[in-house]
């Protein structure tokens, strides 16, 4: 019992993690047509500001900074290298993030060594909070969760409740319709790209302790965010949103199953001697994004949430 | 159709003798060249380089049957590399037991099957993934690409787990008496195989459904109104080029005997991108061009340097951002700038721009060089023909400033001068 | 024995969330017709021929092409029926040469679908063919300019080209004189007429002077309803249509 609800909790909480990361992604890329494939970099380079900003100051401070930081490093990303790509295309856009991926990891590398950083829970975080059935729940898991729906309910105010929210709001709809208005649509570019771009800074500074701070994270986290871009059905944030706890929860879920194929097949002649059969539930864990990414794709093209043909 | 009759519409087409010199010749002087190459005698380096550029050539070209002809960016193109590579694996290995009907097959001939694997392998992935064009397919491609690799780490019986499966390329029957044992023999097969490559994706572009790849790529909806099917179009055009590919990696499981998993993972896939971008995707050549700079510097660069992957991102950026029409862009560009009307100008306009980029590159090595030594943290310092360039003196950061300044200047200048000729 | 109706349109309607845009058309079009579609802006005119031609799908009603319906078909296998359709925006591929282009069109109808083993070059038929449409509407000498150089006529030539070059039954021309000047207009209706000679043609049109040289019979659509079909005599003599559609304009000389 406590294994389903640790799984449970884990599972929203890497799930709202991962719509940090697929929301600014669904944002960029429904207002811009860019597919930001250096987002995970950004992500990745959230946790290591962090690390060190922690490191010489306080982990709160790394917490407000970081991620402003990387959304700077993000507008400044647009300005300087996305508009200048624009008149080639949406692919030489995608081609110019995809580079920029390379880079950041490369220079990460350099700069932080190619070995994995010592970021760690703050220790104020780092205690028992709750005890669900005889087992721990740290604290730092339940102030991801604070996080992670703060700053929910800050985009939802942010989209529903100010005027730059209208915008964005009319500009996932309907793209083409918001430079007829009269806005400054570059200017409204550069701080999406930025604010998308600092929620996956936000992501990489509260992941970033609770898993491994390693240039190779943004790898890691990157096809994942795609697929849930994609599973969700892309240009739709209420998809990302269900998409991203969804495989939050899978993932999880999956984790916790030790049975085997030859356990759960066994009625159709399926043996654990066999190689198929003696794939565990649990390894299977993190193939399971991309096993829903093809069953979404046969079953239904277009997304969960899906209505715009692309 | 009286017309048919009375119009003689040979002036508009290319004559047999201008097919013959735009189309036939350039091949026949590639393969003339890679029959000549061992005749210099080549170093055991140089053949195993040549090997590696062949097979990147291939596949190159096989990934730009997509990219650059059907419009479809794929981050997964090794995944059919793999597959054709893996199933010329086994069948080495059947070859060397000598069982059933595989005792009596040529391992000159596993690239046939390579590419049947890897056409197979874009079958049934590109029937799910071909439904969707533009950034979705993209997307699509690396959640697929990544679904295999994982898939190749879990199913030790046909992948061979982390040490992946090895061969030996001399048993069954020789073909043109090659024994494929010494390594110039093993030149021959891949140069026959290259050659075979370039040749049959060269004859694809040339076939209806190569002119539909291209139609569909410009304009996917009018497609439907001339009676095809967009979808039906990329689905076809997908599994020959996963068949191009994994014919390269049947080439590349008999040049080095050996696949492991990791072929199938991400690395390899965007390196194949890189490679054919840069080279040049709008022109058929584009591809064999960034294969063959690529490999050099992969094999070169990795030895003098820690940080290669950092000078190719930043070569592959810069060629997306100042140059999208790849190194073959800037080659032609150039032939035809010196054929144009004031071929002076444009030569001066040409080297001020080189100048300039060569200036920035000094600094940008400088920079690099610098930060990596610092990295690794082992006290030694960068110093290039014996000048001593450490962290702690001035006069590097001095060098990387002001050959950035001015290759930052020299660039615009060009830039402006190109204006001016305008 | 009779002959169906080369096209035959049956109660279609299509609504687009709550706004209805085409309202219970029924039409139909004999072979060998040149049937005009006129209407004012917004009347559904497009709409209509994305119908028909299968880039939409109706939310009502039902389209036969020779007697077989082909509504909900996907438009590659409607063009494979015999229906061909030209755009208001010139929709050409325009990386490739004019001839490239017509030549496209052409593979269908030499049983060429999507073949690859044959060599596209060397396919003296499929030469011919492309030449025969080129010097049919045009543009034979401008056979190896790339179609984005052409100028805006030849563009809307080369637009028709490609719509006839499948040797479609029934064409469908979407204001194919959009935007020329009135020397281009008349080289493109002379175009038109020899195009489509013993062939089915629908053809939306604003042009009036184009409409009743080229017609046999008018449809006039008014907020997505059909107002009045009928010979271009009788729609000029129709006082619902002048009214609906001509309004207080100053009337175009054939109409007054």
């Known amino acids: ?310 | 159709m009286s017309t048919q009759d009375t119009f003689d519409y040979s002036a508009h087409v290319p004559s047999n003798a201008e097919k013959f010199r735009q189309r036939t010749l350039p091949l026949l002087i590639f393969a003339a060249i890679l029959v000549a190459i061992p005749l210099t005698g080549p170093s055991r380096t140089m053949y195993t380089l040549m090997h590696q550029m062949g097979i990147n050539i291939v596949l190159a070209m096989s990934y730009n049957m997509l990219l650059g002809r059907a419009g479809l960016l794929s981050f997964g193109h090794a995944v059919y590399f793999g597959f054709g590579g893996y199933f010329a694996m086994h069948v080495m290995n059947w070859i060397a037991d000598g069982s059933g009907i595989w005792g009596g097959f040529p391992v000159f001939l596993l690239p046939v099957l390579g590419f049947g694997a890897g056409a197979l392998a874009g079958a049934v992935i590109g029937w799910p993934s071909c439904r969707r064009a533009g950034t979705t397919f993209a997307m699509i491609s690396l959640g697929v690409a990544e679904l295999v690799a994982s898939g190749a780490f879990m199913f030790d019986g046909f992948f061979g787990g982390e040490q992946g499966i090895s061969g030996d390329r001399m048993n069954g029957p020789q073909m043109f008496g090659l024994t494929l044992g010494p390594i110039s023999q093993v030149y021959w097969f891949i140069a026959f195989w290259t050659i075979v490559g370039v040749a049959g994706m060269y004859a694809f572009t040339r076939t209806p459904l190569g002119k539909l790849s291209e139609a569909t790529r410009d304009n996917p909806q009018r497609v439907q109104f001339i009676g095809y099917n967009p979808q039906r179009v990329r689905y076809m055009v997908f599994i020959f080029a996963g068949g191009f590919a994994g014919l390269a990696g049947a080439m590349s499981a008999v040049n080095y005997e050996i696949f492991t998993p990791d072929a199938f993972s991400l690395g390899p896939s965007g390196f194949i991108l890189i490679m054919a971008y840069v080279g040049g995707i709008t022109y058929f050549v584009g591809p064999i061009f960034g294969a063959i700079l690529l490999t050099y510097m992969q094999s070169m660069m990795s030895d003098f340097t820690d940080a290669w992957l950092l000078y190719l991102g930043v070569l592959f950026i810069s060629i997306v951002m100042f140059a999208p029409r790849g190194l073959a862009g800037i080659v032609f560009g150039f032939g035809a700038g010196l054929r144009g009307p004031r071929p002076r100008a444009f030569l001066i306009t040409w080297l001020t721009h080189l100048a300039g980029i060569a200036l920035m590159l000094i600094g940008l090595i400088v920079l690099v060089e610098i930060a990596v030594r610092w990295s690794n943290g082992y006290g030694e310092a960068f110093a290039p023909f014996g000048l001593p360039l450490a962290q702690s003196n001035p006069l590097s950061w001095l060098l990387v400033l002001l050959s950035a300044l001015a290759g930052g200047a020299l660039t615009r200048r060009a830039a402006r001068m190109r204006e001016a000729q305008a | 024995m009779t002959l169906p109706p080369a096209l035959s349109i049956r109660g279609l309607s299509k609504s687009f969330g709550p706004a209805r845009i085409i309202t219970d058309v029924t039409l139909d079009i004999a072979p060998g017709e040149r049937h005009a579609i006129i209407g004012p802006n917004g009347a559904g005119k497009s709409t209509l021929f994305n119908l028909i031609s299968g880039l939409y799908f109706p939310t009502a009603g039902s389209v036969a092409l020779n007697g077989e319906n082909i509504s909900g078909l996907p438009p590659h296998q409607i063009n494979r029926m015999g229906l061909s359709r030209s755009f208001q925006v010139s929709n050409i591929f325009t990386n490739m040469t004019v001839r490239e282009n017509v030549r496209c069109g052409v593979l269908n109808t030499m049983g060429l679908g999507y073949s690859f083993w044959s060599n596209i070059g060397a396919n003296k038929t499929a030469h011919a063919k492309t030449f025969e449409i080129l010097e049919r509407c045009g543009l034979s000498d401008k056979a190896n300019v790339p179609a984005s150089l052409l100028p805006y006529a030849d563009q809307r030539s080369l637009e028709i080209a490609i719509t006839i070059a499948g040797d479609p039954d029934v064409i469908l021309l979407d204001e194919p004189t959009a935007g020329m000047s009135q020397s281009e207009t008349a080289r493109a209706v002379d175009l038109i007429a020899k195009a489509t000679e013993g062939k089915t043609l629908l053809i939306v049109e604003h042009d009036m002077g184009v409409i009743f040289n080229l017609a046999d019979r008018i449809s006039v659509l008014v907020y997505g309803e059909i107002l009045a079909t009928g010979t271009p005599q009788e729609i000029r003599g129709n006082a619902e249509v002048r009214e609906a559609y001509l309004g207080d304009e100053a009337l175009p000389e054939e109409l007054a």
Not at chain 1, 51 to 70: E, H, Q
């Open chain 1, 1 to 310: 019992m406590e294994t389903i609800v640790f799984a449970l909790v884990n599972g929203v909480i890497y799930g709202l993690l991962l719509f940090m990361l697929s929301s600014g992604l669904t944002l960029i890329f429904s207002m811009m047509g860019v597919l930001n494939f250096a987002h995970a970099s950004f992500y990745m380079l959230g946790a290591f500001f962090a690390y060190t900003i922690m490191g010489a100051t306080s982990f709160w401070l790394a917490l407000i900074f970081a991620p402003i930081l990387v959304g700077l490093i993000g507008a400044a990303v647009e300005r300087y290298g996305l508009r200048r790509v624009h008149v080639n295309g949406h692919v030489a856009e995608l081609l110019f993030t995809f580079g920029l991926a390379y880079l950041i990891e490369e220079i990460v590398k350099i700069v932080y060594g190619k070995t994995a950083v010592n970021y760690r829970v703050p220790s104020i975080l780092d205690f028992p909070a709750v005890q669900i059935y005889g087992a721990d729940l740290p604290a730092y898991r339940i102030f991801m969760l604070f996080v992670a729906m703060a700053m929910l309910i800050g985009l939802w105010l942010l989209l529903r409740r100010t005027r730059a929210g209208l915008i964005i709001q009319a500009a996932l709809s309907h793209p083409h319709m918001v430079g007829h208005l009269g806005h400054n649509v570059p200017l409204i570019f550069m701080t999406v790209f930025g604010i998308g771009c600092a929620l996956a800074g936000l992501a990489g500074v509260i992941a970033g302790n609770i898993f491994v701070t390693d240039p190779s994270m943004a790898v890691q986290m990157g096809p994942i965010v795609f697929v849930v871009v994609v599973v969700g059905g892309i240009g739709s944030l209420e998809g990302a949103f269900v998409a991203s706890l969804l495989i939050g929860l899978l993932q999880n879920l999956a984790v916790g199953i030790n049975a085997s194929f030859a356990d759960i097949f066994g009625f159709l002649g399926l043996t654990s001697a066999s190689e198929v059969g003696s794939i565990t539930v649990s390894s299977l864990g993190p193939v399971l994004p991309f096993l829903l990414l093809v069953l979404i794709l046969i079953f239904r093209p277009q997304g969960l949430m899906g209505e715009r043909e692309l």
